[in-house]
């Protein structure tokens, strides 16, 4: 950028504006639509990652983030750090099993720090999946009551965002069906206890 448009994006107190340019050309990176956000993201997460790699390794680097489909921020957010947790937890794989026969103290410590790692990852691609509506609560409350006539009579409660198939079945090509729960329905009981 020229010492000019550098100029134009300043204002009198010294804030920045973003630059109208960039306007979400580069959204699939990190979410966001001003460029400007989406470049700072994919450097945080490429000098985030150890050890020295090429244009090769960061475009794949950065095809895992697009892969990813970040549709905001929080989500590019999130993406880069399931990357480089990821990244974390494979290296001290990597290093646990290289000191595993000599230094069986630093084989296990790797190892740990190789297990916290893998547990980020996965409390990251939890809180994406909730952050994306994905990951919706159900809680099904059954009520049995045997009467005299030896009948079963069951009650379910559903309650959550169980009518939403589309969500639920998240990607699939055909929504599963929404089941309405039956309520009182009956099963007869014989005298040993085994329904008809």
Do not use: C
Not at 32 to 40: I, K, M, T, V
Not at 43 to 66: C, Y
Request: aromatic share 4%; hydrophobic share 40%; no cysteine.
């Amino acid at each position: 950028m020229t010492e000019d448009a550098e100029a134009k994006r300043k204002t009198e107190r010294g804030k920045i504006i973003p630059d109208p340019s960039l306007k979400g050309t580069m959204k699939a990176i990190a979410g966001a639509d001003h460029d400007e956000w989406n470049l700072r993201q994919a450097d945080l997460v490429l000098t985030a990652l150890p050890g020295k790699r090429d244009d090769e390794a960061n475009t794949g680097i950065l095809s895992g983030m697009v892969d990813m489909k970040p549709a905001d921020p929080i989500e590019g957010i999130l993406i880069g750090q399931i990357i480089a947790a990821n990244e974390a937890a494979l290296k001290m794989y990597r290093l646990a099993w290289l000191n595993s026969v000599e230094y069986f103290e630093a084989h296990t410590k790797y190892l740990q720090l190789a297990d916290k790692a893998s547990r980020t990852v996965a409390l990251l691609s939890e809180r994406l999946d909730q952050h994306r509506g994905r990951w919706q609560q159900q809680i099904i409350v059954k009520h049995v009551t045997v009467n005299a006539d030896h009948a079963v009579v069951t009650d379910q409660i559903v309650s959550g965002e169980a009518n939403n198939a589309a969500l639920l079945t998240s990607g699939t090509e055909k929504p599963m069906e929404s089941l309405e729960p039956s309520h009182n329905e009956v099963v007869p009981v014989t005298a040993e206890g085994q329904t008809k």
